[in-house]
């Protein structure tokens, strides 16, 4: 029931304390047992860990447990509480309740209606089955399961790619997933700001235990490397930084030892150009809500638009599909994006084409219909083409299908 939970349970009566770590460690769950709110409070504010539940007696000897949920309302949101109170206290209980905590259990109680209750209260797990965040291809699966893997580690960690890719975005996927979430992601964008020594410090302060991710690292001067390097002696928080598709090149821009550091761990992102179906897929994952923007919206992106986009060699990767697609949407005027709002720049070429370029679009769409409608057998698109298998294997190899 609490499999991988963590709780803090502050108590001090010692016989009610250890007969509730005792089952709770045994349902599964990672507990803390402070007998006051002056151990307390610092483990439940602790950056490190995001804690399911806090388990508080009404009384406790330096103070109430009421006093304890108050301060931790005033610097922010609190994990679910669940007190434990008397008969005396119910009165205070419910006045928690109606001030944010979960709920509250009468002593004496039945362990199994506690664990029951615990378990009310504390938030539902996201499903372990994450949706895609790169794309569908072989190549964006691989790159999502190593950010899941990253999220797992304390080492530094080098994102590589082009401009466009959301290299940023991964780095907060990384910092979200990890035992860190509850913590900081300082970002220092080099690439659009001076990064120098000081603001090293400052942003090494801010992220504390959480995560500094450093966007074009290579950018930074050597008294700025000199200050990171310092603070990685022996670091609070996790470096993510950020470098360009072919990395530092030589290393001249970057210390031999801070580039070795990085490239211990590292993602490296394909650009779009070599996942065309991941471009359809996050056009077609953007289009709601640019649509939605619309005071007539659109039905949907057409299938010859679609062609495009997985024709298109996108210089500015993801970042290209957002723009492009956002004045398709607007500039629109029936009632689909087409591949002339996505490219106007190629109407006047489209509607010049010769008559091999027409015949060879137009035999192109009808060998995919018939291999749509057999399944892809190219013997029964043959027949449905009227052509021989040996005809139509040769214009899908001149078609490259």
Same mark, same amino acid.
Request: charged share 25%.
């Given at each position: 029931?609490?499999?991988?939970?963590?709780i803090? $349970?502050?108590?001090?009566?010692?016989? %009610?304390?250890?007969?509730?770590?005792? *089952?709770?460690? $045994?349902?599964?769950?990672?507990?803390?047992?402070?007998?006051?709110?002056?151990?307390?409070?610092? #483990?439940?504010?602790?950056?490190?860990?995001?804690?399911?539940?806090?388990?508080?007696?009404?009384r406790?000897?330096?103070?109430?447990?009421?006093?304890?949920?108050?301060?931790?309302?005033?610097?922010?949101?609190?994990?679910?509480?669940?007190?434990?109170?008397?008969?005396?206290g119910?009165?205070?209980?419910? *006045?928690?309740?109606?001030?944010?905590?979960?709920?509250?259990?009468?002593?004496?109680?039945?362990?199994?209606?506690?664990? +029951?209750?615990l378990?009310?209260? %504390?938030?539902?797990?996201?499903?372990?089955?994450?949706?895609?965040?790169?794309?569908?291809?072989?190549?964006a699966?691989?790159?999502?399961?190593?950010?899941?893997?990253?999220?797992?580690?304390?080492?530094?960690?080098?994102?590589?790619?082009?401009?466009?890719?959301?290299?940023?975005? $991964?780095a907060?996927?990384?910092?979200?997933?990890s035992?860190?979430?509850? #913590?900081?992601?300082?970002?220092?964008?080099? $690439?659009?700001?001076?990064?120098?020594e000081?603001?090293?410090?400052?942003?090494?302060?801010k992220?504390?235990?959480?995560?500094?991710?450093?966007?074009?690292?290579?950018?930074?001067? #050597?008294? #700025?490397?000199?200050?990171? %390097?310092?603070?990685?002696?022996?670091?609070?928080?996790?470096?993510?930084?950020?470098?360009?598709?072919?990395?530092?090149?030589?290393g001249?821009?970057?210390?031999?030892?801070?580039l070795?550091?990085?490239?211990?761990h590292?993602?490296?992102?394909?650009?779009?150009a070599?996942?065309?179906?991941?471009?359809?897929?996050?056009?077609?994952?953007?289009?709601?809500?640019?649509?939605?923007?619309?005071?007539?919206?659109?039905?949907?992106?057409?299938?010859?638009a679609?062609?495009?986009?997985?024709?298109?060699?996108?210089?500015?990767?993801? *970042?290209?599909?957002?723009?492009?697609?956002?004045?398709?949407?607007?500039?629109?005027?029936?009632?689909?994006?087409?591949?002339?709002?996505?490219?106007?720049?190629?109407?006047?070429?489209e509607a010049?084409r010769?008559?091999?370029?027409?015949?060879?679009?137009?035999e192109?769409? +009808?060998?995919?219909?018939?291999?749509?409608?057999?399944g892809?057998?190219?013997?029964?698109?043959? !027949?449905?083409?009227?052509?021989?298998?040996?005809?139509?294997?040769? !214009?899908?190899?001149?078609?490259?299908?």
């Open positions: 029931m609490l499999e991988g939970r963590r803090v $349970l502050v108590e001090d009566d010692e016989i %009610m304390g250890a007969s509730l770590v005792q *089952r709770l460690t $045994l349902e599964g769950a990672e507990v803390q047992w402070h007998r006051g709110i002056a151990r307390a409070l610092p #483990a439940i504010r602790t950056p490190r860990k995001v804690l399911d539940a806090v388990i508080c007696d009404i406790l000897p330096d103070g109430s447990g009421e006093e304890l949920y108050d301060t931790l309302t005033r610097t922010g949101h609190p994990p679910p509480f669940l007190f434990i109170t008397g008969e005396g119910i009165n205070q209980a419910v *006045r928690l309740i109606r001030s944010g905590a979960a709920d509250y259990i009468t002593k004496p109680f039945e362990i199994t209606k506690f664990l +029951q209750r378990a009310t209260v %504390m938030r539902p797990r996201a499903d372990q089955e994450m949706p895609p965040e790169t794309g569908i291809s072989t190549a699966q691989t790159v999502d399961r190593q950010v899941a893997d990253a999220a797992i580690r304390e080492t530094a960690l080098l994102i590589r790619g082009a401009p466009g890719l959301g290299k940023l975005r $991964l907060r996927r990384v910092h979200d997933l035992d860190r979430k509850a #913590a900081p992601m300082v970002v220092c964008n080099a $690439l659009r700001d001076t990064v120098g000081d603001a090293v410090h400052t942003a090494v302060d992220a504390d235990e959480g995560s500094l991710v450093i966007i074009g690292i290579d950018r930074l001067d #050597a008294e #700025a490397q000199d200050a990171l %390097m310092a603070a990685l002696a022996a670091p609070r928080f996790r470096l993510v930084a950020t470098l360009g598709p072919h990395g530092a090149g030589d001249q821009s970057l210390r031999s030892d801070l070795s550091l990085l490239r211990a590292e993602i490296v992102v394909p650009p779009l070599d996942r065309p179906d991941d471009a359809v897929w996050l056009a077609a994952q953007l289009f709601p809500a640019f649509n939605a923007r619309r005071a007539e919206p659109l039905t949907s992106i057409a299938a010859t679609e062609e495009a986009i997985r024709a298109h060699d996108w210089p500015g990767n993801g *970042r290209e599909v957002r723009a492009r697609l956002i004045r398709a949407t607007e500039a629109a005027t029936g009632d689909m994006v087409l591949t002339s709002d996505l490219f106007p720049e190629r109407a006047v070429e010049m010769s008559l091999a370029e027409v015949r060879d679009a137009a192109r769409a +009808q060998i995919v219909a018939a291999l749509d409608r057999t892809g057998q190219v013997g029964e698109a043959a !027949k449905l083409l009227r052509v021989s298998r040996t005809t139509l294997w040769e !214009k899908m190899q001149k078609l490259e299908l």
